[in-house]
């Protein structure tokens, strides 16, 4: 199909192969349904183009936003505006999960789009009452003047007089010409947008391209393994928790040797997960490259008990500090003797 060439664009970056590849395709499969089985042009003067641009616009925006709204990375942008209100945002951090959201975001209504500009129906639907009856010509005959605008707009129902069935191949032909042409405009300006991101991502990247395919495998690994190991500790809490409360717990086989495996013994300080959580930038400690804010914090507790402290200490209201004692003896206050001193204390 024509628009086979679209969907290999999307496979080339490594990056869109795996999730972005999938949303396309679930995104292609959707539009040939819905053309085959829920797209009926009403052929009526006005209704034609309302019609027609719902049919390319409304789905595209509304894969926009759900995009959006399933992307993790809004979160992470959520969390990033909080930190805006209280002045402890940063900029450029913003701006790197605005064009990661944004770029995944764009890839089901881009796709809705151009594969809906590309078979033609609905252009053609919307705005063949706007064709100029005066340019179309089929040999000798020319197109008649009255009554253009009804018979322009039953055109696409194959509903036209039978006199002017040779118009009407005239004007699905044309206005069919006009979709794909800016069917193929928008593919090509989405391959430019896209190798402007990759080369400007590249030659702003402060890793080489080998330590960048470390950096994406590590950050996958330690994806996976945090998965794994939260849902292993969240069950051994769990378990730990219910069993305080009933006096038991029932667990299967395999859930008994995971929980005896591995023991939940306490609960992580909220300092501790905000450390862990939410969007990172390339930085640096000691000249050693940090991949994330989970490698971040790892980094940083070389002193378990000093770090703890440290935190637990954030948490604690602040005393009011002591006056030191004074030297000279107040003559109001009485006179009390030293006290003994036991013996191996000295």
């Known amino acids: 199909m024509v628009y086979l060439s679209f ?3 999307l496979f080339k970056s490594t990056d869109w192969v795996s999730l972005n590849g999938l ?8 539009q040939e349904l819905f053309s085959l089985f829920a797209f009926h042009c009403p052929c009526t ?3 034609n183009f309302q019609y027609g641009l719902i049919t390319i616009g409304v789905p595209a925006l509304v894969f926009f936003f759900i995009s959006i709204f399933l992307n993790k990375q809004t979160r992470n942008l959520v969390a990033e505006c909080k930190n805006c209100m209280n002045k402890e945002c940063s900029i450029i951090t913003t701006v790197f999960l605005l064009k990661s959201i944004l770029v995944r975001a764009l890839v089901a209504p881009v796709t809705w789009l151009v594969i809906s500009l590309l078979r033609g129906e609905a252009y053609v639907c919307a705005f063949s009452e706007f064709m100029d009856p005066s340019s179309l010509t089929a040999g000798d005959k020319s197109f008649p003047l009255s009554h253009a605008t009804w018979v322009l ?7 036209g007089p039978a006199n002017l069935s040779d118009f009407q191949e005239e004007v699905n032909r044309r206005l069919k010409y006009e979709s794909q042409y800016l069917g193929w405009l928008l593919i090509l300006s989405m391959a430019i947008l896209l190798f402007l991101v990759k080369f400007f991502q590249s030659c702003c990247s402060k ?14 690994n330690e994806e996976q393994l945090f998965q794994r190991t939260a849902e292993v500790r969240s069950l051994a809490m769990a378990a730990k928790n219910v069993k305080r409360f009933f006096g038991f717990v029932e667990l299967n086989k395999e859930e008994e040797e995971l929980v005896a495996k591995f023991p939940a013994q306490d609960t992580h300080p909220k300092l501790q997960w905000d450390k862990i959580t939410g969007s990172y930038l390339f930085q640096k400690k000691l000249g050693i490259p940090l991949y994330s804010r989970l490698h971040d914090w790892a980094q940083g507790k070389h002193d378990k ?6 935190e637990m200490e954030a948490l604690l209201p602040h005393r009011e500090p002591k006056l030191a004692a004074s030297l000279t003896p107040d003559p109001c206050s009485p006179i009390l003797p030293p006290a003994p001193v036991a013996l191996g204390e000295v």
């Open 7 to 9: 969907l290999s664009f």
């Open 23 to 30: 949303v396309a395709l679930v995104t292609t499969s959707g």
């Open 45 to 47: 003067p006005g209704l």
């Open 153 to 159: 707009a039953s055109f696409p129902c194959r509903e």
């Open 207 to 220: 890793f080489g391209y080998r330590q960048e395919d470390y950096v994406a495998r590590y950050l996958a």
């Open 305 to 310: 008990a000093r770090v703890i402290d440290t």
